[in-house]
């Protein structure tokens, strides 16, 4: 089921195409997302793993948070910088 904001929603989308695993569990969180290359030079785990939240106080920055993750995983700048 996608969530029910539609820039959170959007922002998932963008996190699932680049490879991101989208679990959702229920309570205060919504679901999580895993980063595809859960590596251990992965800056301590710290995008390797985030919480989307149900009901966020300002879903659209929210949104912008969960993009931010996905673009920031260190394998995702590897990637990035190969491509330079």
């Given at each position: ?16 195409n ?5 679990i ?61």
């Amino acid at each position: 089921m996608p969530h029910q904001n539609k820039e959170i929603a959007a922002a998932l989308e963008y996190a699932s195409n680049k490879g991101w695993r989208i679990i959702e569990s229920g309570s205060h969180a919504w679901g999580q997302i895993y980063c595809p290359d859960n590596d251990k030079d992965c800056r301590c785990g710290e995008f390797c793993k985030a919480s989307i939240w149900s009901t966020p106080k300002n879903p659209q920055n929210h949104a912008k948070q969960i993009r931010r993750i996905v673009d920031n995983g260190i394998m995702q700048k590897n990637t990035v910088n190969k491509e330079e």
